[in-house]
């Protein structure tokens, strides 16, 4: 029977789109409402040296962009620990810098990569391990949820409380940069590590209006983004059309059309 | 209870001392006021007494105990500006985050925050929704919810209208009378300090320490303190 299914070209695609839908939209609104989704942009670039250094050595190229993302995150983190100085600059600056370095190794190193798929995705092209590493992400993320769900909002909420009330706020951080990692990573194939940015964003900022609490927030934005990637794979079906980018247009047309319905 | 006792402490950001030579001694039960003007070092002072930042020179005491070995036994409710107030949240689960440490949760405990705060029909409201002086209730509920039994409250009326300062600070005195050891930091000064126990006086040192009269007089020698409308 589940042969039967994914014989089908359009399976696999459809059923990534679905979970891509639903894991980038529940972690943006985990991210948005800790206010790190600029350090999530920043991670979703900071993937590439690792991808190209990893296919360079052989090793599977997701090990080598989670690594990276998580290096990179930790990178911004120790530059913006002084509150005096400006965050937004120094997350860019690193941002550029990694992005820079992983497209300079890719002549240096002497390999082939589609840089345009890492970057913009090829949801058509992808595989049953694109979909495995998308369920590990989405179990992690679970796994984190359940272990952590009270300090995650403590963090949230109050950093300087929750890091008087003794939670290690670094070690949380650096979880939740490491699943970030994991689901931009897992994400590239379906919409690329530029495009993916969008629905970590559009679907999280509806779901988050009037939400009364973090996980009903998630929730929220997994269905909606389910909807938007649902329409975004089908129109691109419909019209011969990149499903990546036509997700992340159908992302910004949510927000002119619904712009009553935002935070 | 304990008094919390503070032997000379000093505290520097790098080579620039902010806290030089304090001692002071609150007693259980009691209400204080720490004021002083912008930059006097009061959260700085109040960070150290809830042991989150650790004094170059100097130790701190609760009764016989060293701070850092009860930590529990003391909370601090952060100043506005720190907290993330579109945060989608309700009141309970905040005052619930108080417990966050506490092996086992009480709702009964939670239950207890809210009503001395007077917010429990305001339970089940996104934080959000509520108004600035509803805001600060709520996080005060909140840091009474840690079952500590001194809570240091960092400008709690911050950017208040003056009736909601007057609910606050009635909520306080409250708490106060009935067993709890409260410090109240503020920028301000003026009257309203004779709603306090005893006042301790900040500007990178204790200028003045005691009850409101005694302090009021002992600060009409310093020109710079002047005596402004307080909340």
């Known amino acids: 029977m589940i042969e039967a299914v994914f014989a089908n070209w359009w399976a696999l695609p459809f059923l990534m789109a679905l979970l891509i839908g639903m894991l980038c939209p529940a972690t943006g609104a985990l991210l948005i409402t800790h206010r790190r989704l600029l350090q999530a942009n920043l991670i979703s670039h900071a993937v590439v040296p690792g991808l190209v250094l990893a296919l360079a050595i052989g090793v599977d190229p997701s090990l080598g962009g989670v690594l990276s993302g998580v290096i990179g995150a930790v990178i911004a983190e120790r530059l913006t620990s002084k509150k005096t100085t400006d965050n937004e600059a120094i997350i860019n600056t690193v941002l550029a810098g990694t992005l820079g370095l992983g497209v300079l190794l890719i002549p240096l190193l002497e390999i082939r990569v589609d840089l345009e798929s890492i970057l913009f995705g090829d ?12 369920l590990l992400a989405t179990i992690t993320l679970l796994l984190l949820l359940k272990t952590s769900y009270q300090k995650l909002v403590y963090l949230g909420l109050d950093p300087d409380g929750a890091a008087a ?22 994400s590239m194939s379906a919409v ?72 | 209870m304990n008094n919390l006792i503070a032997n000379s402490l000093s505290f520097s950001y790098g080579k620039e001392y902010v806290l030089k030579d304090i001692s002071l001694e609150i007693q259980p039960g009691t209400l204080s006021a720490l004021v002083g003007p912008n930059g006097a070092g009061k959260s700085t002072l109040l960070r150290l007494l809830q042991g989150q930042s650790l004094p170059n020179k100097g130790e701190i005491f609760l009764g016989q105990t060293p701070l850092k070995k009860v930590r529990n036994k003391v909370a601090l409710m952060p100043q506005r500006s720190s907290i993330n107030w579109h945060f989608p949240i309700t009141v309970e689960a905040l005052v619930a985050l108080g417990q966050v ?79 709890l050891t409260i410090v109240v930091s503020s920028h301000d000064w003026g009257q309203a300090l004779n709603a306090y126990d005893q006042v301790i006086t900040l500007d990178q040192t204790v200028l003045a320490f005691g009850t409101p009269q005694e302090v009021r007089s002992k600060l009409e020698s310093i020109s710079s303190m002047g005596n402004h409308c307080c909340g």
């Open chain 1, 123 to 134: 949801l058509l092209a992808v595989g049953p391990a694109d979909l495995i590493r998308t």
């Open chain 1, 165 to 186: 009330s003794g939670l290690r706020v670094s070690s949380l951080r650096l979880a939740l940069g490491f699943v970030t990692s994991l689901v931009v990573v897992s």
């Open chain 2, 101 to 179: 440490n506490i092996p086992n949760q009480s709702c009964c405990e939670i239950e207890a925050s809210l009503q001395r705060v007077g917010l429990s029909t305001l339970a089940n409201k996104r934080l959000d929704e509520l108004s600035g002086g509803q805001q600060q209730r709520a996080l005060l509920a909140k840091t009474l919810a840690q079952n500590a039994s001194i809570f240091l409250l960092d400008e709690p009326c911050a950017a208040l209208d003056p009736p909601s300062r007057l609910q606050f600070l009635r909520i306080v005195r409250q708490l106060a009378e009935a067993g």
């Open chain 1, 192 to 263: 690329g590590v530029v495009l993916v940015i969008g629905l970590l964003s559009a679907p999280a900022l509806f779901g988050l209006n009037q939400a009364p609490s973090l996980h009903t927030a998630m929730l929220r934005s997994a269905c909606y983004g389910l909807l938007l990637s649902l329409l975004g794979f089908l129109l691109a079906i419909a019209f011969n059309l990149s499903p990546g980018p036509l997700i992340g247009v159908l992302c910004l047309l949510s927000l002119l059309f619904f712009k009553r319905e935002l935070p």
